[in-house]
């Protein structure tokens, strides 16, 4: 399959901090990769490189076949850009921005192209508007607008659902998933249900680390040699209390807090380690309100992953 972009190596550093470490993965042609990673973890560093913004200090970067640094021009105009925060020109109107974007591209025919990215991220009918004076989701719409303004062959979008409502999110989604028909799309997030709704490839980065580069489907079953138990009490427990009781049962990996009575225990186990960490409760005194055993998921994947174990 066709790479549209091939990351080699790259690793970027800022004085004694490193940002990026030695990142490979590729973009192939009709993926819509997610690429995902806690806050800081080096996601929008790694985007800043591909589209030539930062250089990076070691490794090679190739976009849609031209190296980023020798062909930046070129490697550039295959790719639409919307930065996590959206650099739009607050007292243009949408109509103004949008031919000003067309102009500075140089488009052959800025009308016919401003007239299809209008009506793709449905913004035609806004078009009159000032743009300071529209909502959060009609704004994500008009980067969008701009970022397939001239018809690129890939599209990163970095955080594009990042303040908006559950509806506006919903309309972005259906957005990115009909441009993803046509077009090689990275989504750049920190938000699991964002990139699971989307995706169908997932690179997890942590630490500025690749650590992993699967589909949807093969990342939740790599959380298959382990289990996630979920345990809510009746009332608030010490966190330190109940981690040194159930790490002492054999196969038990890590006890967590999710909220004042409720804990996230890992285990290496078969599901008869749920039983004994029931007896413990009971052995304990604790007031047990219920214990399940959660389902494969993406989130169990990359916590696994996030904490430095083995999904």
């Not at 997890?204 to 298959?224: C, F, M, P, Y």
């Amino acid at each position: 399959m066709t790479e549209m972009i091939t990351v080699r190596g790259v690793t970027k550093r800022y004085d004694r901090i490193t940002a990026v470490a030695d990142a490979t993965f590729t973009l192939r042609k009709g993926d819509i990769l997610g690429f995902l990673g806690p806050n800081g973890a080096g996601k929008t560093t790694a985007m800043k490189m591909i589209i030539g913004y930062l250089p990076a200090d070691a490794g090679s970067i190739a976009v849609a076949g031209r190296d980023i640094t020798e062909d930046p021009l070129k490697a550039r105009n295959a790719i639409g850009y919307l930065p996590e925060n959206n650099p739009l020109y607050q007292d243009m109107t949408v109509d103004e921005y949008l031919s000003f974007i067309a102009a500075m591209r140089g488009l052959k025919d800025p009308a016919a192209a401003k007239k299809r990215a209008m009506e793709r991220c449905a913004v035609d009918a806004v078009g009159h508007r000032i743009i300071g004076h529209l909502s959060k989701g009609y704004k994500q719409r008009v980067g969008l607008a701009q970022a397939i303004l001239h018809d690129p062959e890939i599209l990163i979008l970095d955080e594009p659902a990042n303040g908006l409502d559950p509806i506006q999110i919903t309309e972005i989604r259906g957005l990115i998933r009909d441009l993803g028909r046509e077009k090689s799309v990275i989504l750049c997030s920190h938000i699991l249900s964002e990139v699971e709704a989307v995706a169908s490839r997932v690179v997890i980065i942590n630490q500025g680390k690749i650590v992993a580069d699967d589909t949807l489907e093969n990342l939740k079953e790599r959380s298959s040699g382990h289990n996630i138990f979920r345990i809510e009490f009746l009332t608030a427990k010490d966190e330190r209390t109940v981690a040194d009781a159930l790490t002492k049962i054999p196969g038990v990996a890590a006890v967590s807090r999710v909220a004042g009575d409720t804990f996230r225990v890992k285990t290496k186990g078969e599901r008869e380690t749920g039983n004994q960490i029931f007896r413990t409760a009971v052995a304990q005194n604790w007031d047990l309100a219920q214990i399940h055993l959660e389902s494969r998921s993406l989130e169990n994947t990359f916590l696994s992953l996030i904490e430095g174990g083995n999904a």
